[in-house]
């Protein structure tokens, strides 16, 4: 089960979490020598992502993929790519790898096939997970009663990354399947507003993951989850 910590203010979360982040790829940087890590998109992390661009590290040894992404293109204001490289792939991340999860296909259903060798080069379990939720309880692109929602989820698949087409959002997009995000050494979920605690609170006293997805990674004993949330 998840382990919640409430955090007074926005700004202690994200300095915490970024020290966690740290120290958790400076471990794989230690043992492996080198590190990965699955960074979401949103409005949410944008701090986050500013503070963990000026911690001093090896980045050029650290790997960094999204969770998911809206197919569009890069130059895109809805891409996720395009807010990690404007505001973590600066200052002193500048250097780290970044591993895209768009291509040239016309649908991320098309497109899986590419994204998947190049998710698979990556060494795994990853090093971190940092994951959000929306107020409809998906995280990644894992949305509630999509077509593909299940498949997704299914962790004998073999798939790393899969199409997904939200019913509750606009734009298909490419996700991370839940063997791939529950194939790391932690994951983080980073909360912000009173709203999203009232979702959290609603996913954790069910088991209906077709209702709220994030329920498939709260509820499971694999891989370590924190969560991070302040109002």
């Excluded at 969770?67 to 780290?96: C, Y």
């Excluded at 591993?99 to 590419?114: R, W």
Aim: glycine letters at 6%; one cysteine or more.
């Amino acid at each position: 089960m998840a382990n919640f910590i409430n955090f007074p203010s926005t700004d202690e979360l994200n300095s915490r979490l970024a020290q966690r982040i740290t120290q958790e790829l400076q471990k794989g940087l230690e043992t492996k020598g080198k590190a990965s890590l699955v960074v979401s998109g949103g409005r949410t992390p944008l701090g986050l992502f500013k503070l963990l661009s000026q911690q001093t590290l090896d980045w050029d040894k650290v790997t960094i993929t999204l969770a998911d992404e809206r197919w569009v293109d890069l130059h895109n204001e809805s891409s996720n790519e395009k807010l990690v490289r404007e505001n973590l792939l600066q200052g002193k991340a500048a250097t780290a790898n970044f591993v895209s999860l768009k291509s040239p296909a016309q649908t991320p259903f098309e497109g899986a096939s590419d994204i998947e060798p190049r998710l698979n080069a990556m060494a795994k379990p990853f090093d971190v997970v940092i994951l959000g939720m929306g107020d409809d309880g998906h995280t990644a692109s894992l949305f509630p009663g999509a077509t593909d929602l299940f498949p997704a989820l299914d962790m004998k698949s073999g798939h790393l990354c899969m199409g997904m087409t939200p019913l509750t959002a606009p734009l298909d997009r490419i996700t991370l399947t839940l063997p791939a995000l529950l194939n790391s050494r932690q994951i983080f979920l980073h909360l912000v507003g009173e709203g999203k605690r009232a979702v959290y609170q609603q996913a954790q006293e069910g088991d209906d993951v077709n209702e709220m997805p994030v329920r498939s990674v709260l509820h499971q004993n694999k891989t370590p989850v924190d969560v991070f949330w302040s109002a």
